[in-house]
Nanobody, 128 residues
């Protein structure tokens, strides 16, 4: 069973930064692409960013390009989301997720059905 635990959320002012982390259990973390998604109040969950198993490919939603950076440390079984220049519209619960298939190509559009393990989420609130 895979467990994903997010951390690093909190309250920040507009223009500030946060770094989210997602720690994964299991010995095969290195073999799977990882993604970050978010859900704002009253809205559907949406794709934020993804990173391939070998770190070669990284994809971002248009709304976060140039501000957010996804990375992973396979030695620590951890994926990160560095969020800079935060805006009130970034306020949401942020979830990390693991891709369904090892060594798979990641769709840049970030379809949720490509991910089958999810963390419990961490709240990010950006005040104006």
């Amino acid at each position: 069973q895979v467990q994903l635990v997010e951390s690093g959320g909190g309250l920040v002012q507009t223009g500030g930064s946060l770094r989210l982390a997602c720690a994964a259990s299991g010995r095969t973390f290195n073999n799977y692409a990882m993604g970050w998604f978010r859900q704002a109040p009253g809205k559907e969950r949406e794709f934020v960013a993804s990173i391939s198993w070998n770190k070669v490919n990284k994809y971002y939603a248009d709304s976060v390009k140039g501000r957010f950076t996804i990375s992973r440390d396979n030695a620590k079984n951890t994926v990160y989301l560095q969020m800079n220049s935060l805006k009130p519209e970034d306020t949401a619960v942020y979830y990390c997720a693991r891709h369904t298939a090892a060594f798979a190509r990641v769709d840049p559009r970030g379809y949720e059905n490509e991910y089958n393990y999810w963390g419990q989420g961490t709240q990010v609130t950006v005040s104006s």
